[in-house]
């Protein structure tokens, strides 16, 4: 039987599926009879979805509540049903609804990985060959001692090969990070192509580390989720301190070479005006390349993700960060 994925789900749909468990909040006691209810919210690869457990004075729905947490896999029998424009799903053990936890299950079902995304049109094998070819032409010997320093280490790789760049926006997969920092590099380049004067080296490296931060922002289990450095610090500020600290380790730095890759790393978020958690306004040329860069490939993804899945018969979708996008 095929997968009933939360993107497909309509109103009046019977849902008996695995999810993931976001988070969930705890019972609550009816107004006007005896029996408490509870919400959570739920996600799998393509998407998220409330849920909410009606239970009866006869049900220990404070059991039922105990008996999963954040990131574990439940299986969901309810009904989708809408209200003011928004999906959830009700379960009612009187009409056979259940949420049990369940330990066998298939990873890809809650995280896609890049080779899932067919409509990008690349894996992550040559997504890795491309990023090691543009690592290695950058010329600067101090650039290319703290790449090495950086991706030659063979745990942090590992670790970056596999984060996401973001819990839902763009890139939201195994490999997302490495994708979306590979194509961040590569409109650097083209801007360098364009605009001989400005540090090509200085703007691949910074684009190559700009958002390496996001190693520790995210955690990813069975979904993505922010961590508490994540949540108390951010990856602007993670990241700077961690290309701060390579470039302190290697002997012979410059030390204005490394503000300047700090100051990368802390502006490329744009000028503060934009409020999306910039450190400064951007002071340097390979800043704004960066900067630019990392918004145009973040953007872009966000729109073809948005017209490849949009399920509509209409010639227009409306999305309130996007307004109107065609999808013609």
Known sequence: MARKNIKDLKEGDLVNEQYSVKFKKPPNTYKNKAGKWFEARVADATGEISVKYWGRASEDVDAIYESFNKGDVVRIRGNVTSYNNQLSINVDSVSGGIIEKENIYNI??????????????????????????????????????LLSAFFDDEEFWREFRSAPASMKRHSAFVHGLMQHTLNVAKICDTVANRYPALDRDLAITGALLHDIGKMEEFTMGTNIDMSVDGELLGHVFIGAEMVDEKCRSIDGFPDLLRKKLVHIVLTHHGPL???????KDPALPEAAAVFLADHTDSQVFQYL???HEANTEDDWLYVRNFGHVFLK
Do not use: C, P, Y
């Open 108 to 145: 890809r079902d809650f995280i896609q990985t890049v080779d899932d995304v067919e409509w990008l049109g690349e894996g992550h094998e040559e997504i890795e060959r491309e990023f090691r070819a543009v690592m290695e032409s950058v010329r600067d010997s101090n650039l290319k001692a």
């Open 273 to 279: 005006e934009n409020g999306w958690g910039s450190a």
């Open 305 to 307: 993700k948005l017209k």
